[in-house]
Each structure stands twice: as structure tokens, then as C-alpha cells.
């Protein structure tokens, strides 16, 4: 959320001093060719992380990641799901999300 209110925020400061707010935060459409080029190394690089990593011996999802979109799948839950594990100590699942927790959208 801190993201829009900045955004939000410095648009505001723009239009009260007079200036267009694109031209103060500088938003400019790229050209076709720029967004290509900017797409294809992109790609680029994930193929290339997803190859290292494959060649490394590593999964590219987690295990927990892949249970978590099945198991979402299966159960016929479009939206988002949170995965989170229990404390084995208390079995509570605490406020905060631990690491290895995920989004299946």
C-alpha cells in the first residue's frame, strides 16, 4: 500500500504546483521496438535461471509451492490461497506468514 499512497501523494504535489503529472514522474510509453527488446531479455533471463537451476539439481517450484496449487486445484479454489504451516511446538499458526508459505492465484 505504500507504493499507490507515494504515487498518489506526489501526483497530488505535481498538480497543485501546475505540472502534468506524467511529465513530473516521468511516464513515457515505450516505443514498440524498446518493449520488444525489453521483454525478449526478460525471457532471456529466466530461461536462463530456470536452466542453472534445473542443472544445479534444485527444483524450480518448491514441493510446498506444488502441494499448495493441488491441493487448490482439487478443491476447486480459484482465488488466492494461503498456505502457512503450524507451529509444531504449539500447533498455532501465529499472525505473521513464514517463509515458506505462498499465493496460489
Known amino acids: 500500500m505504500a507504493g499507490?499512497?507515494?504515487i498518489a501523494v506526489t501526483a497530488?504535489?505535481?498538480?497543485?504546483?501546475?505540472w502534468?503529472?506524467?511529465d513530473y514522474l516521468?511516464?513515457?510509453?515505450?516505443r514498440g521496438s524498446e518493449f520488444a527488446f525489453g521483454f525478449a531479455?526478460?525471457?532471456?533471463l529466466l530461461t536462463t535461471f530456470d536452466v542453472l537451476t534445473y542443472a544445479i539439481g534444485r527444483d524450480l517450484v518448491p514441493t510446498f509451492?506444488?502441494?499448495s496449487y493441488k491441493t487448490?486445484?482439487?478443491s476447486g479454489h480459484a482465488g488466492a490461497v494461503l498456505h502457512r504451516r503450524r507451529d509444531h511446538r504449539t500447533g498455532h499458526?501465529?499472525?505473521r506468514v513464514p517463509a515458506d508459505s505462498c499465493f496460489v492465484v
Open 4 to 6: 499507490p499512497a507515494w
Open 12 to 18: 497530488i504535489a505535481a498538480r497543485w504546483r501546475g
Open 20 to 22: 502534468r503529472v506524467a
Open 26 to 30: 516521468a511516464l513515457v510509453t515505450p
Open 41 to 44: 531479455c526478460m525471457a532471456a
Open 65 to 67: 509451492m506444488f502441494e
Open 72 to 74: 487448490a486445484q482439487s
Open 93 to 95: 499458526r501465529g499472525n
